[in-house]
């Protein structure tokens, strides 16, 4: 090898490569073996740094981390080349995507849907960030089936959630969708078993029981982590494996008849009624009367996974083949995540209209409330037709309302730009180093400035709010 560092070897069908290193941190033989990888993989610019800083992680788990913060994700995240904003809704025809095996354990970074509490007899899920895994003070034992995390829900916002409501966002094959093997999680292989459907059963039925004796889980815990079980083994949640899931559903059905009356297999298996399980535990209602509304839920997703197939089967924007692996995320319009927004422009504009009723002298308030209401009616708007912001972070009037109305049959951006012209913007109504000499923001804005400013921040809003509402 001479005296190369790093030595690529070529031949016809292969590549080789060869390293002479001595267990330093050499940054020189670092940046000499991320060139070298780069030519490898045919991008020998593209990727170098992101390569270079990922050779000097100390710690393995630290490259999940590394990835996600630079704004890349891995196969083993379970959510392929996009990264969600957190907080925001998923969308209905994507919460086939949620993994409903209830044990899982999260890493720091990971992206997952998380549960909201539901509102009525709908459930509500967000995209959310796992932070860090929670123990109480003093807890010794974990329990099997609660783990508590903290995950961030916005920008600036954490809770602690149960993992019971948190689910792992699944890789998507082509007619090829099965539970992921995740710390111990059960795994079968369309094709190549990796488990008998006798050694299935024998394990589902320790989960159910290990579920129903927990005296640390709440009846509603084990009614969500039952809830989850039967989702995960339901026939219609297992397109290409019906008939094995299927015979694993039925055991779950036969083994929450037995378990909620306290009988021993050889009971239930004999007809038996009488409960003299050793076991000694039952619940106190049963889940047969949830069995109806878990399998609407179940159709549900199969639907909605089999529109997502179908969609992507016949798009000529090449997203998806049958072939491919993993699931390309395409933003889609979001009319809940729209009508929050639009909320709070509405506060803001009502605030201004306030300011003005009463002995305003401080019209630059009034105008920087008509920047803030128009700025938040117009994310608003681009959520409900596109789905996602192009530019999360911007505060430009002209540019959000170009964006907008690209996207549907009115222009906004008229008067966008004559509010800009009247200098209500993010910057000009709130500080002094944006003007000249010793004038300050108050000095600038007058009562005219500021009529003229709600003028055209109403009938932004106005147009924008029948978007929102015909959606």
Known sequence: MRNFHVYLAREINSTTLYINHNGSEDICFFSKLSTAVCKLLKKVYDIQSQIQDLLLCQNPDRISEYLVENGYVTDEGNYS???????????????????????????????????????GSKSVYIYARIVKEVKLINETVQPYFIRRYEINIAKEETIVASSLDLYKIKQQKHHHIVPNNIS?????????????????????????????????????QKRKAIRRLYLLWHPDKNIGNEEYAGEVFKHIKNELERLEKGLSKSQYSSGSSSATSEKGFSYSYGFSSSYDKWDREARAGCEQEQQWFSDRSSSS??????????????PKPNPTEGKRWFRQANADIHAASKDMEGDCSSFEWVCFK???????????????????????????????ASTLSTHIN??????????????????????????????????????????????????????????????
């Open 410 to 471: 009115r222009d906004v951006t008229n008067d966008a730009g004559a509010l800009l012209n009247l200098r209500c913007d993010h910057l000009h109504p709130r500080y002094p180093d944006m003007y000249g000499g010793t004038r300050i923001p108050n000095d600038a804005y007058t009562q005219e400035t500021a009529t003229k400013a709600l003028e055209y921040a109403k009938r932004i809003l106005n147009e924008v709010a029948i978007i929102i509402n015909t959606v």
């Open 81 to 119: 080349y996009f990264i969600p904003p957190v907080g925001i809704e998923i969308p209905e025809s994507d919460l086939h995507f949620l993994d409903q095996n209830p044990n899982y354990f999260f890493r720091p970074g990971e992206f997952v849907g998380y549960e909201l509490d539901s509102i």
């Open 184 to 220: 111990g999680s059960i795994n079968v292989e369309i094709g190549s078993l990796s488990k008998s459907l006798h050694e299935t059963c024998e394990d589902v039925s320790k989960q159910l029981e290990g579920i129903l004796s927990d005296a640390t889980l709440t009846e509603e």
């Open 317 to 330: 924007t090449g997203t998806f083949s049958s072939d491919s692996s993993y699931q390309y995320y395409k």
């Open 370 to 400: 008509c920047q803030q209401a128009v700025e938040k009616a117009l994310k608003g708007g681009i959520y409900t037709v596109l789905g996602d912001l192009p530019d999360s972070k911007t505060h430009d009037l002209l540019s959000l």
